[in-house]
T-cell receptor, first 112, second 112 residues
Framework: KQEVTQIPAALSVPEGENLVLNCSFT??????LQWFRQDPGKGLTSLLL?????REQTSGRLNASLDKSSGRSTLYIAASQPGDSATYLC???????????FGTGTRLQVTL | DAGITQSPRHKVTETGTPVTLRCHQT?????MYWYRQDPGHGLRLIHY???????DKGEVSDGYSVSRSKTEDFLLTLESATSSQTSVYFC???????????FGAGTRLSVL
């Protein structure tokens, strides 16, 4: 059974700092890995999707990397801003189709 | 929210009563999903649909049923609500089975 872990569970950084969020998964036979953002009381917004054959994806100040063999992904946020404050969720698509397994997320707070 | 509407957005009900949550999409995507989100558990898949009248169970399907009679609507029914079904329920859609999932804003359900 696929298990997804995100460390740390919560993180507070000052504005302008670069930061890394970590995601690990137990079964390396994945189709893809997705990073989502969730604001309080809201649904999830897809940030990046990395196919299993890719090493990284970039969108603006966000860069996600994937090391499938070691079961790890990182989300790098450059020059953090207060508007980046949210919970970031990692999810992997594994084996049988149509099913995402989610981590419990990292709650990020960017302070002024 | 990518053309996804969940209704109701909030509901309070009593133990033993039936409850139906609705997800409506305007994107004509083939796949639709129901998740629940609980503290410490992340998002867990309840049921999903891969076409009209085609549905399958997720990891936490006990006590829930679904129906999809039209491409745009996916209904989640709690036949006899229990307090353990108090949660936030999210609907998601995707064009392909392993593609990006787009989420609705969620339904907060309290079973007293």
């Amino acid at each position: 059974k696929q298990e997804v872990t995100q460390i740390p569970a919560a993180l507070s950084v000052p504005e302008g700092e670069n930061l890394v969020l970590n995601c690990s998964f137990t079964d390396s036979a994945i189709y893809n890995l997705q990073w989502f953002r969730q604001d309080p009381g809201k649904g999830l917004t897809s940030l990046l999707l990395i196919q299993s054959s890719q090493r990284e994806q970039t969108s603006g100040r966000l860069n996600a990397s994937l090391d499938k063999s070691s079961g790890r992904s990182t989300l790098y946020i450059a020059a953090s801003q207060p508007g980046d404050s949210a919970t970031y969720l990692c999810a992997v698509f594994t084996g049988t189709a149509s099913k995402l397994t989610f981590g419990t997320g990292t709650r990020l707070q960017v302070t002024l | 929210d990518a053309g996804i509407t969940q209704s109701p957005r909030h509901k309070v009900t009593e133990t033993g009563t039936p409850v139906t949550l609705r997800c409506h999409q305007t994107e004509n995507h083939r796949y639709m999903y129901w998740y629940r989100q609980d503290p410490g558990h992340g998002l867990r898949l309840i049921h999903y649909s891969y076409g009209v009248k085609d549905t399958d169970k997720g990891e936490v399907s006990d006590g829930y049923s679904v129906s999809r009679s039209k491409t745009e609507d996916f209904l989640l029914t709690l036949e006899s609500a229990t307090s353990s079904q108090t949660s936030v329920y999210f609907c998601a859609i995707s064009e392909g089975g392993n593609g990006i999932q787009y989420f609705g804003a969620g339904t907060r359900l309290s079973v007293l």
